[in-house]
């Protein structure tokens, strides 16, 4: 039998190995040691550790560590050259990443090989996606660069940026970070993977070969110090982070108070739903693709497999068959699936969590046939005969392991789908469109793939909820996430006010004699206490102690009770029971706030006496502009939506604004009718529910407003009100998991405090750090809050031929 017919009796692929020369001749001109690239010169090699070639545990090359003191350097150079790089016209800068872009793209081999042999990855998937689509970046934000300043008109960019990039995509997730950076006139300080820094360092060397001006982009490798150091450093102004979930909140944690811009893009355990009508055989191949593209080490990998009921015994047959013709060797051969894993700690962490699931009753299959030489290899792995409490179903693997279940109902999908910390990403499979465009809405996950995963492209946002992190990378959204408001960076400190008729803010509820005012029997009407809003009903403090509302001249004008944790656990409960609100037409919310300011224009007088009582000042203006900041976002509740981007893919992705979940807002104490409104009605507009906490020292203009609340057709559990004092009930919101989101108005110590506590869910939050945010002012009854107010949800929908 001649070798023709062999092969296809066999159908075994022969090795087709790329050529290693020009990437091995690249190291050995940099002598295979490498320091840092700061402010447009290289840095004598310092303290190194070796960089490993993962398929062969050879080194490639010797890597310097950094140091504080070399970041502080590089924190120097991008300051300096900040000022001249943001200065530059948008079409400037747009033509230096056009340059990147078509440099990337000569020496896009050269790249793609050294990707490979620093990571692991087959070179089929370093070559054909992760390349171009680094140039697709570089080209999408040349043009962002153009049209910045009429797309972001009185936006400005933050400044030095520290970037701080994975292992599992080096040279993209660069892409990621630096292009739209630079496109909005930020410089930069990046610190690559100390497993993976080859491609960023041979980046550096694109960026002198472009004439990049000296300190706009400064890489600085080293080993979790030396992004230590980043974080920390005073000069940074805003931090990108793409990795693990634990780091990610180690980060808001050291970040907190300090008014860095964050954008934190963190880990995942995406759901991969097949209903009985897809296409099996479409949705297997998509599957390979989902979880063994990289290894599987890939932050939205389609880790758990959720198969209906009805075709789960086929499906997984087929599954299995497919499994063991997949080819795991060499990654520089380009008839492999499957190359090597990062490093020999990673392959060992996965082979841990494995063992644990199997004691916990999980089921391992891996396909027959042997691994290649090597630590870092793994087979593809399917685990089944899982519940949704096992290890290996709970917690991210980041490796070639799927784990599958099975479901009945869609109802039953969805719940399964979102039973997770984790909200980056998800896939439906079905031939049924109007099956699929209903899930895809109920998924908690920040991209949604419909007959297809693993989409990814400039023009479209990429980013996750909950313990995913937030902010967003490609598309508006993410080149929005590198610029701020002008007018911030002119905030002033705001006048220091005392919050409690006692002192600061926390102080003892204990009523002083200077408090005592008229007593309660002489006056003409029946004594009251303002009651708490919970649930659509007045409710009673839990703690059964009430606070004293004084006037500026010590007199008691009213009482209201006293919250404490329980009070909040009560308050949030009604809220996520009220989520329902969510999905009301954009229509009837508006409908609805237009009916609430309707209402409080026809009680203008009686809050504006109430205004007058607690603050000594004319309350008329502020309960006009109160009305007005409704009327203003109830226009706004059917307007601020998404978009339609049509990347170059058969495919287009509807952007789609989603509300955060469950809001908590804590007002200030200044202004204290307006304070609330103004931060209230975008949060009711986007669909969001609210955990209220109004002025701890003029809370009865909003105690009131339940009463208008009642009376303007607003659900039960949509606006819920708990007072008392501020900071407390403002940790207690922050550690709550069931709050989604933090909006905070106070002291800079109390808004540090709020950030740090937000890290049990990694929360979003927004906090005035004790600057003077005038909530009068216009700007905010536009899309300021209404963004902080909103997530950005991708869906990607098949279209075209």
Known sequence: MNKIAQIFQSLDYGPAPEGPDQANAWLDSHGRKFGHFIDGKWTKPGKTFASDNPATSQKLADITDGTAEDVDKAVKAASTAFKSWSALSGYERGKYLYAIARAIQKQSRLFAVLETMDNGKPIRESRDVDIPLVARHFYHHAGWATHLSREF????????????????????????????????????????????SLTALLFAEICERTGLPKGVVNIVTGEGDTGAAIVNHPDIDKIAFTGSTEVGKIIRQATAGSGKGLSLELGGKSPYIVFEDADIDSAIEGLVDAIWFNQGQVCCAGSRLLVQESIEERFIAKLKKRMSTLRVGDPLDKSVDIGALVAPIQVERIKDLMQRGTKEGAIIYEPDGDLPNGTCFLKPVLVTNVSPANTLVAEEIFGPVLVAMSFRTPEEAVALANNTKYGLAATIWSENINLALDIAPKIKAGVVWINGTNNFDAAVGFGGYKESGFGREGGREGMGAYLKPAWEKGLKTAPVVKSSPHGEAGASATLEPRGRGTNPLDTPHLDQTAKMYIGGKQARPDSGYSRPVLDPSGKLVGEVGDG?????????????????????????????????AENLDYRRDEFAARLKAQTGEDGAE??????????????????????????????????MVEPLGVLGIVAPQSRPLLGAIALLAPALAMGNTTVLVPSERSPLSVTDLYQVLETSDVPSGVVNIVTGDSVTLAK??????????????????????????????LKQTWTTRGLAYDLADRRFEGDYFLGKATQVKNVWIPYGA
């Open 153 to 196: 008109p009185d936006a400005v960019p933050y400044g030095v940026c520290g970037q701080i990039i994975p292992w599992n995509f080096p040279l993209l997730m660069l892409a990621w970070k630096i292009a739209p950076a630079l496109a909005a006139g930020n410089t930069v300080v990046l610190k690559p993977a100390e497993f993976t």
């Open 564 to 596: 404490n944790r329980k009070d909040i656990r009560n308050a949030v409960e009604a809220a996520r029971i009220a989520l329902s609100w969510s999905t009301s037409a954009a229509h009837t919310r508006a409908q609805i706030l237009y009916f609430l």
């Open 622 to 655: 502020e309960v006009a502009l109160s009305v007005e900041r409704l009327f203003a976002f109830a226009g706004w509740a059917d307007k601020y939506d998404g978009a339609v981007h049509n990347p170059p893919l058969r495919a287009v992705a509807a952007a």
């Open 732 to 761: 207690t919101l922050a550690e709550h998991d069931g709050i989604d989101a933090l909006w905070f108005a106070g002291s800079a110590e109390a808004s540090a405090m709020v950030e740090k506590a937000s890290i049990t869910n």
